[in-house]
């Protein structure tokens, strides 16, 4: 079937500042040439971002998914760790190759997040750690969380890809659990082209998580244990200084963008949106739909957009334990909502200057 001539719609599009706001920002990199290493740039996005996130310690990285490689090594955790498999890969990998076992919770079928009612089920005397998903923006079930943390001694380390900026009842979600990582990828709400970030409380974890970022190096001639490579260069945290300046607005546009949605889709037999949780300040990063016995399939939805030249995303789907790299490693029935939501869910497209009459457009076709 050929694709039907009319615009497309991506599901998100990156923001980005003006051109002449950028070429500003690193005009100096020009008169210092240090444009790596933790620079002036990179010292002053972290701070900027602590502040932002109430978080009080903040490192930057290249990207999310080496922050949490990196989060986890730093705990230096053994055997199994309890997540979920509604997430994106790079959650599942990133505990795999730590050398570590995970261990599938199913999610809940209102918010998404981890089902904290099965979760002591899935503890033994291998379990080091919890690693839960906010999904979507939606925050997790923290007080049950740390309540089980703290009475089995496990680390809690928070996968906050889609939450920056939410917080609860006043909170930033960077203050939860022992640590939470955050991506910084273009098709984030916040992004610095490439990038992600650690937040943690305690001081003492900045030294490893530097080391590990930076090849263990600690001086000149220095390097006291073994790392990788994953330092934020400058000109990607000048691109976080620059959209960190207009992310209250953007989130705001996203707003307009969700309430238009939430006012075209309610109350359609089939169809179901999700709520924003009490206490919850979104950033409105995404918008899913799951497709409940309505009078189309998820999948044929999808196609119907997809012809009119809108990129909606079945998000998440698979699920991390039924992708092929872990076939038969692990049963995806053990999850059976998190398998459900999957099957049937599409996000549509959501970004700040997505126009409402494409909005209008877009559920019109969803509902035709």
């Given amino acids: 079937m050929g694709e039907c001539n009319t615009m497309s719609i991506q599901v998100t599009r990156v923001s980005m500042p003006d051109l002449e706001e950028y070429i500003d920002e ?25 502040s932002y996130l109430h978080a009080p310690y903040v490192t930057l990285f290249t990207n999310g998914h080496l922050a949490l490689e990196c989060a986890i090594a730093a705990f230096k955790l053994k055997g199994e760790v309890i997540t979920t498999p509604f997430t ?25 997040t981890i089902d904290t ?36 001694n496990l680390k809690v ?9 939410v917080t609860l009842d006043g909170v930033g979600v960077a203050n939860f659990g022992d640590a939470s990582i955050f991506s910084f990828h273009a098709t984030k709400v916040f992004n610095t082209i490439e990038g ?37 260069n400058e ?3 000048a691109m976080g200084i620059c959209n960190l300046r207009h992310i209250d607005s953007e989130i705001a546009k996203r707003h307009a963008v969700f309430e238009r949605y939430v006012e075209r889709l309610s109350g359609i037999k089939g169809i179901r949106l999700g709520q924003i949780q009490p206490g919850v300040n979104s950033n409105y990063a995404y918008l899913p739909v799951i497709f409940d016995r309505y009078r189309l399939s998820r999948d044929e939805v999808f196609a119907k ?17 039924n ?46």
């Fill in 26 to 50: 690193i005009k100096d990199l020009w008169d210092s040439h240090w444009i790596t290493n933790m620079g002036a740039k990179h010292k002053q996005l972290e701070a900027e971002l602590s």
């Fill in 88 to 112: 994106f890969a790079s959650t599942t990998h990133a505990i795999v190759q730590n050398g570590l076992e995970p261990v599938f919770c199913d999610i809940n079928p209102h918010d998404y």
């Fill in 117 to 152: 009612d099965q979760l002591e089920s899935l503890i033994t005397d291998k379990t080091s750690a919890i690693i839960p998903v906010h999904v979507y923006g939606n925050i997790c079930n923290i007080n049950e969380i740390e309540r089980i943390a703290e009475q089995y």
């Fill in 157 to 165: 380390i928070y996968d906050a890809a889609h939450a920056f900026g």
């Fill in 196 to 232: 992600g970030a650690v937040t943690f409380k305690n001081e003492a974890l900045r030294k490893s998580l530097n080391e590990l970022k930076n090849f263990g190096i600690t001086g000149p001639e220095s390097v006291e244990s073994v790392g990788g490579n994953a330092k934020m």
């Fill in 235 to 237: 000109f990607q945290a």
């Fill in 305 to 321: 957009l997809k012809f009119q030249g809108i990129y909606a995303r079945k998000y998440f789907y698979p699920l991390t334990n």
């Fill in 323 to 368: 992708m092929e790299c872990y076939k038969d490693r692990f049963d995806v029935e053990k999850t059976p909502v998190a398998k459900e939501i999957a099957d049937n869910v599409l996000t549509l497209p959501i970004y700040p200057d997505l126009e409402l009459d494409q909005v209008d457009r877009i559920c019109a076709i969803v509902l035709r």
